[in-house]
């Protein structure tokens, strides 16, 4: 949130001609920012009894998980409508950088970033935090995949807003809050929205449609 913060400054104080400066350079924000949540992720890795790495064992409930992030993925590329979009965006093009090696950089930090860190990061506050959050204050006396209509509906809509395409947002957080009902299982939430932003990083990358990013 802060990184986004200096982000959004950076933009207000370049509208107002107080600061100059190419659009490309704020993507240098983001290998910092995907190094600074992995770091913390990892450092309170120990804090998270939610995410049962054994689920993944489950392979039935594995097997969902890998079919809904690609679902998810086939239903994003294809909800990406201008009646389906807040704001405009010309998304993360890392080619807009002539270095080669900063360029490798840029590209291989977003991909993980969005495989690794984000999945984690995301599903440890909509699914894990926010969602049971909703239902009881206490939240963590309430079990992983308690169902009520409250959480459920404003958890997809936030979810949702989240995203430039808030309709393709929304599809997702309805997808990722029904596995978690069936599977009461966080890291196969995890699991589903890494599948998801891999195939879009590569779907991205062989297309060249980075408004995705």
């Known amino acids: 949130m802060s990184f986004i913060g200096l982000e959004e400054l950076a933009r207000f104080l370049k509208g107002w001609g107080i600061i100059h400066y190419d659009e490309q350079n704020l ?31 489950r392979q039935s ?15 994003w590329i294809n909800m990406d409508g201008s009646f389906a979009t807040v704001g405009r965006t010309n998304g993360f ?21 969005a495989v690794v860190v984000v999945p984690v990061m995301e599903e440890l506050f909509w699914r894990s935090f926010l969602i049971r959050y909703i239902i009881k204050h ?36 309805i997808a990722y809050n029904l596995l978690l009902y069936h599977t009461k299982s966080l890291s196969q939430c995890i699991m589903a929205h890494a599948v998801t932003n891999l195939a879009l990083g590569v779907y991205v990358l062989y297309t060249g449609q980075w408004h995705f990013w």
């Open 93 to 113: 093009n890392p080619m807009a950088f002539e270095n080669g090696l900063l360029r490798i950089w840029i590209t291989l930090s977003r991909l993980a970033g």
């Open 138 to 173: 206490d939240f963590m006396h309430v079990p992983i995949g308690q169902f009520t209509w409250a959480s459920f509906l404003i958890t997809t809509v936030l979810f949702g807003l989240e995203h430039h395409l808030y309709l393709a947002g929304m599809m997702a957080g």
């Open 27 to 57: 993507y240098l924000f983001y290998p910092v920012k995907a190094l600074s949540v992995g770091f913390i992720l990892i450092f309170l890795r120990y804090q998270y009894s939610e995410i049962k790495l054994r689920d993944i064992l």
């Open 61 to 75: 409930h594995t097997v969902i998980s890998i079919l809904t992030g690609f679902l998810v993925f086939v239903l």
